[in-house]
C-alpha cells in the first residue's frame, strides 16, 4: 500500500443486533485485514461458543464483558486499508445506555455507516444515530441494508427501507446519502458485489468508502489558529498550534484574539521546524510573528477581515453524557473548547430534542442522560468561536463537572437567535399542525447567470403541477418592491438576504414552499436565515447552483459581466467582489447535470 | 470548480496527518499537565513517540524526561543505543529497575514467567515517587483488542488501574486530563499509528532504531513455535538447542519473551515490503505473554500495565 494514501475516518451507527460488528468484521475479513494468528484465535473462540461459522463480531468485542453478553460496550477503533485509502473504524455501541460512546465515535468521523435490519426498518435507534451523524455534522452516511439475506434478497424490502429513511432524512441535514442492500453474514455488498441481488445497480460497500470525496470538507476559508502552547528557545519564540480553519501564510496579516492587538506572520515551521509556504487544516505548526507580544494558550489567530466570534454568551446544541447528574439552568460547569479553558453557566434550556420524533420540548426544565437540547450558555471569560456548521473544530466544546472532572457534556455552538425584548410575539390560534401543507425554503444561491431564477422557475412550475403551494422571490424583483431602498454594498447586501429570508419564513410557515433565487453571497447571510428557520422548526435547504464563473460570463444574458469588467460595475460578485460557496449545501447542482428539468426535479426530490 | 481544486491542493496526506494528531496530543499534556513523562524502552514505537516529541516542541527540547521501567533482561544492543540516543536529544532519562523491587520483596518472580508483567508494580511506584501526571505511552489500538477500547487520554486511579466500562467521551480533539490527586492520565500520542505507518515514518523520517529490528545471525531456540535469542538470562530447558538463523525482531521488550522472526530484511524498505506481506500480527508472531489468554491485555491494563 502506499504511504501518502489519504485517511477516512468511519464511525457505524445503528440498533443493537442489526450487525455493526459483523459488517465491520466482514470489511476486515474480505479486505484481507485478518492476519492468520487473530483469524485463528477468532474460529478457536467461535468454537469454544458453539458457533458453526466464524463469529466476525468477535473480532471488534475485545472486553470480557462484551465477549459474555454479546454486545459492544465501548468504541473500538479498527484499522484497514486498500491501495487507494486507509481506514479507521469506530466501531460504536447500539445500546441506548451507551449513546455518549456513539458520540464519542462519531465527533471525528469522516463519514457514518447506518446499519439498518432489513426485516426490522429504521427502529428508534437508527433514527437517533441518523440524527446524532446530522448534528454532529458528519458530511457522508451510508446506509447499510443489511441482513438482505433474510428477506430474500428482495429489491421491494430495500426500496421501502430507503423510502423510510428518505422521509426521515429530509429533516436532517446531510449533505450526502447512500444506500447499499447486503449481507454482512454471507459478504454480499460489502467488499465484493453479490449474485444474489442482481437489481441493485450500485457499487459495493468498500468502492463507494473508496471514493467518496472529503477533501472538501473542511474550512479552506475562515483562517484560524488557536495557540495552543508557547515554545520559547533562547531568543525563539513560537506560537504552537493545530490549525483549525481556512490558509495562514509568511506575510499575511493577523489580529490575536480576544486582545485585537495585529501582526504579521514572520514564518511559519511544521513539526521539526520545516519551513512552510502556506499552512492549513489540520496541520500542526508553529507560527512567528513580526511584533512581541503577549500572545498565550488560549489566544487565537485569524485574519483582520475575517473574524471569529468572541462573546461570553453562546447558543448551543447540547448533548449530555453524565450519567449522575443532570443539566439544569443555573447549573454552573467547566467549558473546555478549542485551547480555552472557562467557568460556564447554564442560563436557560430554550427546549429538549426528542431525537426519535425531532418534536422540541419547550417546557423541559433539564436534560439528563443521553438527552439533546438547544442551551444558552454565559462564560466567566470571553469565548473566541464560531458556530459549528461553519467549523466543526471552532464550533465545539465539552462540559466537565468541576468536582467530578467528569466530561458531562458534548456542545455544538449554534447562531445567537435575534431577541428584540420590547416587542412581544402574538400567539396564533392557528398551529402549524392545522394547516393543510407544509411549508419550506429552498434557498438557491450562485454567481450571477448560474442559472438559479431559470431552475427556480421550473422547481415552481413542477410543485404547483403536483398541487404543492410554492412561490418564488426572486433577487431581482425583489428589488423592484420590498428591497427597492438597498443598494449593493456589503451591509445593504446583508439586509436585502435578512428581508427575503423574513419572507421566506412567513411563507413557510404557512405551509407554502418559499423559493429563493438570490446570489447571497456572503456565507454568514445565509447561515443566519437557515438559523431563523431552524430556530422555527422548518426546513431550510440550501441549494448551490455551482456554474464556473466562466461559463457564467459566456452567458452574461444581462451584459453585467461585460459592464464589470470595463469597470462600469463595481462590487460585482465573481469579478471584484467575493463569493463564499456553502460549506454543506443540501444539495449541489452543477452545469453538466441533465438539464433544468432534471435538476429541478431533483430539488422537488428534497422536499418528498 | 475553484473550491475542489483548492481543497485538493492543502491534502495533508497521511502519515503527515497522523504526525499532526500526535504532535497536537504531545502540545495539549505539555501545556495542561504538571509533571509529564515519556516511557521509552528503546523500541520502534517509543523512538517514533520521541521522534514526534522533538519536532512538535521544535527548536525548544521537548519539555518532559523519558522513563526507562528496567526489567534488566535486557538485549545489550537496546540499552546501549537507548543511552546514545538520549544524550544525543538532550532530554533526561530516568530508569526505573524491576530488580530493585525484587529486591525489596516488592514483587516475586514466577520461574519461566518473564518480567514483563512485574514491570506495572516498578512503573506505578516510579509514577508515585516522582509524582507524574501524565505518562505517555506508545501503545497503538491495532496492536490488541483491548488496546482497540482505549481512549487518547485515559485516567487511571490511585493504584494505576483501567476501568474500561466506565471511561470518560472523548469528543473531537478535547482531552480532558483533569485528575484528582494521585491519579493520574496514561497518554498515547500513537493510537491511530498502525505497524505499518510506524515504518513508513521509520523510513521517511530516517528514524534510528536498534540494531535488532533488522536482520542479523545469532543463536536461537525454538520453543512454543517462536524463535527465541539465546541471552543470559534465557535458561534453556532440558533438551533445548540452540541453532544459528538470520532473524530480527519486530517487538522489544523483555528478552526472555519477546521472540524473533527469520528474516532477511536489513533495511527500511525491506522491512516495510515485509510488514506490508506479513500474515501474523506482531503480538501474535513475538509477544509470548500474549499467548496466555484471550483477556491476557485487559487484564494486565486493569492492573497498571500499559
Redesign the interface.
Known amino acids: 500500500?502506499e504511504?501518502?494514501?489519504?485517511?477516512l475516518r468511519l464511525a457505524t451507527a445503528g440498533s443493537v443486533d442489526d450487525g455493526k460488528s459483523t459488517l465491520i468484521g466482514r470489511l476486515l475479513h474480505d479486505s484481507k485485514a485478518i492476519?492468520?494468528?487473530?483469524l485463528e484465535?477468532l474460529e478457536r473462540?467461535s468454537r469454544a461458543r458453539g458457533g458453526d461459522r466464524l463469529d466476525l463480531a468477535l473480532?471488534?468485542d475485545?472486553?470480557?464483558?462484551e465477549?459474555e453478553q454479546g454486545i459492544t460496550?465501548?468504541?473500538?477503533?479498527?484499522?484497514f486499508?486498500t491501495p487507494r485509502r486507509?481506514f479507521?473504524i469506530a466501531d460504536t455501541p447500539g445500546h441506548v445506555q451507551y449513546t455518549?460512546?456513539m458520540?464519542?465515535g462519531a465527533?471525528?468521523a469522516d463519514l457514518a455507516l447506518v446499519v439498518v435490519d432489513a426485516r426490522r426498518g429504521l427502529l428508534e435507534q437508527s433514527r437517533r444515530h441518523a440524527f446524532l451523524s446530522s448534528l454532529l455534522g458528519i458530511p457522508h452516511l451510508v446506509v447499510c441494508v443489511n441482513k438482505m439475506d433474510l428477506v430474500d434478497w428482495s429489491a421491494e424490502r430495500f426500496a421501502e427501507v430507503r423510502a423510510e429513511f428518505e422521509r426521515f432524512a429530509t429533516r436532517l441535514e446531510i449533505a450526502d446519502v447512500a444506500f447499499v442492500p447486503m449481507s454482512a453474514l454471507h459478504g454480499d455488498n460489502v467488499v465484493q458485489r453479490g449474485a444474489r441481488m442482481p437489481w441493485y445497480e450500485g457499487a459495493p460497500l468498500l468502492h463507494h468508502l473508496e471514493e467518496v470525496?472529503i477533501?472538501?470538507d473542511?474550512n479552506?476559508i475562515d483562517p484560524r489558529l488557536p495557540v495552543?502552547?508557547v515554545?520559547?528557545?533562547?531568543d525563539?519564540r513560537g506560537y504552537?498550534?493545530?490549525v483549525a480553519g481556512g490558509?495562514f501564510r509568511p506575510g499575511d496579516d493577523v489580529v490575536v484574539l480576544p486582545s485585537g492587538v495585529t501582526s504579521t506572520v514572520a514564518a511559519i515551521?511544521g513539526?521539526?521546524?520545516t519551513p512552510l509556504a502556506?499552512a492549513?487544516?489540520?496541520?500542526?505548526v508553529?507560527v512567528r510573528l513580526a511584533d512581541d507580544l503577549d500572545v498565550r494558550?488560549g489566544d487565537t489567530l485569524c485574519k483582520p477581515g475575517n473574524r471569529p466570534r468572541v462573546g461570553r454568551d453562546v447558543e448551543a446544541m447540547v448533548c449530555w453524557?453524565g450519567d449522575r447528574s443532570s443539566l439544569v439552568p443555573g447549573a454552573r460547569l467547566?467549558l473546555?473548547?478549542?485551547?480555552q479553558l472557562t467557568r460556564a453557566t447554564v442560563h436557560g434550556l430554550r427546549y429538549r430534542l426528542d431525537v426519535t420524533t425531532l418534536h422540541r420540548d419547550e417546557a423541559a426544565e433539564s436534560l439528563s442522560l443521553n438527552e439533546i437540547g438547544r442551551v444558552s450558555l454565559h462564560t466567566h471569560t470571553p469565548l473566541v468561536h464560531d458556530t459549528y456548521r461553519t467549523n466543526?473544530?471552532t464550533g465545539?466544546?465539552?462540559l466537565?463537572d468541576e468536582t467530578t472532572?467528569?466530561?458531562v457534556a458534548?456542545g455544538m455552538v449554534l447562531a445567537p437567535a435575534e431577541a428584540a425584548p420590547t416587542v412581544v410575539r402574538h400567539r396564533p390560534a392557528v398551529g402549524r399542525e392545522d394547516r393543510a401543507t407544509r411549508g419550506a425554503t429552498v434557498w438557491l444561491t450562485g454567481l450571477s447567470a448560474a442559472g438559479k431564477s431559470t431552475l427556480a422557475v421550473e422547481v415552481e412550475r413542477q410543485l404547483v403541477a403536483a398541487g404543492r403551494p410554492a412561490y418564488l422571490l426572486d433577487g431581482d424583483n425583489v428589488r423592484l418592491g420590498l428591497n427597492a431602498d438597498l443598494g449593493f454594498s456589503a451591509e445593504d447586501r446583508a439586509e436585502n438576504v435578512r428581508r427575503v429570508g423574513e419572507v421566506a419564513r412567513l411563507f413557510a410557515d404557512s405551509g407554502t414552499v418559499a423559493l429563493v433565487a438570490l446570489i447571497s453571497p456572503y456565507r454568514e447571510d445565509r447561515d443566519r436565515v437557515r438559523a431563523a428557520h431552524e430556530e422555527a422548526g422548518l426546513p431550510f435547504l440550501e441549494v448551490f447552483v455551482?456554474t464556473?464563473v466562466e461559463v457564467c460570463e459566456a452567458r452574461d444574458p444581462k451584459g453585467l459581466y461585460e459592464r464589470a469588467r470595463r469597470g462600469e460595475l463595481r462590487g460585482f460578485t465573481g469579478v471584484d467582489a467575493p463569493y463564499e460557496?456553502p460549506l454543506r449545501p443540501e444539495l449541489v447542482l452543477r452545469p453538466d447535470g441533465g438539464g433544468v428539468a432534471a435538476s429541478a426535479a431533483r430539488v422537488v426530490g428534497l422536499l418528498a | 470548480?475553484?473550491?475542489?481544486r483548492?481543497?485538493?491542493d492543502?491534502?495533508?496526506?497521511?502519515?503527515?496527518?497522523?504526525?499532526?494528531?500526535s504532535?497536537?496530543v504531545f502540545?495539549?499534556v505539555?501545556?495542561t499537565f504538571e509533571r509529564p513523562v515519556l516511557l521509552f524502552s528503546g523500541g520502534k514505537d517509543s523512538m517514533v513517540m520521541l521522534h514526534?516529541a522533538?519536532?512538535?516542541?521544535?527548536?525548544?527540547p521537548p519539555p518532559f524526561p523519558v522513563l526507562h521501567v528496567d526489567t534488566g533482561h535486557n538485549f545489550d544492543e537496546v540499552v546501549e543505543f537507548r543511552d546514545r540516543v538520549v544524550r544525543d536529544t538532550g532530554v533526561r532519562l530516568l530508569v526505573a529497575r524491576v530488580q530493585d523491587d525484587l529486591d525489596a520483596g516488592r514483587v516475586v518472580e514466577e520461574p519461566g514467567a518473564g518480567r514483563n508483567r512485574l514491570q506495572t508494580a516498578t512503573l506505578l511506584r516510579a509514577i508515585a515517587e516522582h509524582r507524574f501526571d501524565a505518562v505517555f505511552g506508545g501503545a497503538r489500538?491495532?496492536e490488541?483488542?483491548?488496546r482497540?477500547?482505549e481512549r487518547v487520554f485515559s485516567l487511571r486511579d490511585e493504584h494505576g488501574q483501567w476501568d474500561?466500562?466506565n471511561?470518560?467521551?472523548?469528543?473531537?480533539?478535547?482531552y480532558?486530563g483533569?485528575?484528582?490527586r494521585g491519579e493520574h492520565v496514561r497518554v498515547f500520542p500513537l493510537?491511530?499509528w498502525?505497524e505499518?505507518d510506524i515504518w513508513?515514518y521509520v523510513r521517511?523520517e530516517r528514524v534510528e532504531l536498534p540494531p535488532i529490528y533488522y536482520a542479523h545471525r545469532r543463536e536461537v531456540v525454538e520453543r512454543d513455535g517462536m524463535l527465541f535469542a539465546r541471552t543470559p538470562h534465557l535458561v534453556l530447558a532440558p533438551g533445548e538447542r540452540t541453532r544459528p538463523a538470520t532473524v530480527r525482531f519486530r517487538t522489544v521488550g523483555d528478552a526472555t519473551c519477546t521472540g524473533c522472526v527469520e528474516s532477511t530484511a536489513a533495511t527500511d524498505d525491506e522491512v516495510l515490503a515485509e510488514v506490508?506481506a506479513?500474515?501474523?500480527?506482531e503480538r501474535?508472531?513475538t509477544r509470548a505473554d500474549d499467548r496466555v489468554s484471550?483477556?491476557g491485555m485487559?487484564d494486565r491494563k486493569r492492573e497498571g500495565y500499559f
Not at chain 1, 473546555?336 to 485551547?339: I, N, P, R
Not at chain 2, 506479513?278 to 500480527?281: D, E, H, I
Open positions: 500500500m504511504s501518502g494514501a489519504q485517511l492476519l492468520a494468528d487473530q484465535s473462540v473480532l471488534t475485545g472486553l470480557r464483558a465477549r460496550i465501548d468504541v473500538a477503533h479498527r484499522f486499508a486507509r479507521v455518549r460512546n458520540v464519542t465527533s471525528t470525496h477533501a472538501s473542511r479552506l495552543q502552547y515554545v520559547r528557545h533562547g525563539f504552537a498550534g493545530t490558509v515551521h513539526p521539526g521546524g502556506v492549513f487544516p489540520p496541520q500542526a508553529t494558550r453524557l467547566v473546555q473548547h478549542s485551547t466543526r473544530a465545539s466544546f465539552i466537565v472532572h467528569e466530561t458534548a455551482d464556473p460557496p | 470548480m475553484t473550491r475542489d483548492a481543497a485538493e492543502y491534502a495533508l496526506p497521511h502519515p503527515g496527518a497522523l504526525e499532526a494528531e504532535a497536537h502540545r495539549e505539555a501545556a514526534v522533538v519536532r512538535a516542541f521544535w527548536p525548544a489500538r491495532d490488541e483488542k483491548a482497540a477500547k474500561p466500562r471511561q470518560r467521551p472523548e469528543l473531537w480533539n478535547l480532558n483533569r485528575h484528582r493510537s491511530n498502525t505499518l513508513s521517511d506490508a506479513s500474515r501474523v500480527t501474535g508472531a484471550e483477556a485487559e
